[in-house]
Antibody
Framework: QAQLVESGGGLVKPGGSLRLTCIAS????????MSWIRQAPGKGLEWISY????????RYADSVKGRFTISRDNAKKSLYLEMNGLRAEDTAVYYC??????????????WGQGTLVTVSS | QSVLTQPPSVSGAPGQRVTIACNGS?????????VHWYQQLPGTAPKVLIY???NRPSGVPDRFSGSKFGTSASLAISGLQAEDEADYYC???????????FGGGTRLTVL
């Protein structure tokens, strides 16, 4: 059974930085695209980034482009999200997900438990 | 504002059938892109409920079904049970905005 475990969340001041980590198990990590999706307190889901299986292709939501960087280490079965220039509106639970392609789109078939990032002075 | 529009809330009595609409546009659902549905129980991570408009992952009861027509999709839940009380999100692809777009979510209350 696939499992994803995020870590690295916490309280950070506006303008600060944080690095999230997601450790995968139960599947061949290097065969899959991966995504980060976040959920602000009491709000809906927002996709923020995905990375290809090789790590060569990356895409970001406009809301985080230029501030966040997604990366992965297939040997360590790990996905990362480097977050810089954090703002209050980045406060959210951040989920690591495995991305599956289906016909004309893709979806997340496995989700981690999430890690909370709070941006506040 | 979410790219996909869902009603904020729906409700139904145990045993009843409810539907949740997901309205899109010609750049996402109407362009033929698939719709996926997630269920988020209170305090937990979302889980996929329906993928590719109509398909259920193993373990999802057949009380849950999905459909798509034109620029809209719909999730139907029949034989409502107390444990179905959750938030439900639709998701698709948008050719002009983002590779992943979500609806704003619908809270289902079982009366």
């Amino acid at each position: 059974q696939a499992q994803l475990v995020e870590s690295g969340g916490g309280l950070v001041k506006p303008g600060g930085s944080l690095r999230l980590t997601c450790i995968a198990s139960g599947f061949t990590f290097g065969d899959y695209y991966m995504s980060w999706i976040r959920q602000a307190p009491g709000k809906g889901l927002e996709w923020i980034s995905y990375i290809s299986d090789s790590g060569r292709k990356k895409r970001y939501a406009d809301s985080v482009k230029g501030r966040f960087t997604i990366s992965r280490d297939n040997a360590k079965k790990s996905l990362y999200l480097e977050m810089n220039g954090l703002r209050a509106e980045d406060t959210a639970v951040y989920y690591c997900t495995r991305r599956l392609e289906y016909s004309s789109s893709f979806y997340s078939d496995y989700w981690g438990q999430g890690t909370l990032v709070t941006v506040s002075s | 504002q979410s790219v996909l529009t869902q009603p904020p809330s729906v409700s139904g009595a145990p045993g009843q059938r409810v539907t949740i609409a997901c309205n899109g546009s010609t750049s996402n659902i109407g362009a033929g892109y698939d719709v996926h549905w997630y269920q988020q129980l209170p305090g937990t991570a979302p889980k996929v409920l329906i993928y590719g408009n109509t398909n259920r992952p193993s373990g999802v009861p057949d009380r849950f079904s999905g459909s798509k027509f034109g620029t809209s999709a719909s999730l139907a839940i029949s034989g409502l049970q107390a444990e179905d009380e959750a938030d439900y999100y639709c998701q698709s692809y948008d050719s002009s905005l983002s590779p992943v777009v979500f609806g704003g979510g619908t809270r289902l209350t079982v009366l």
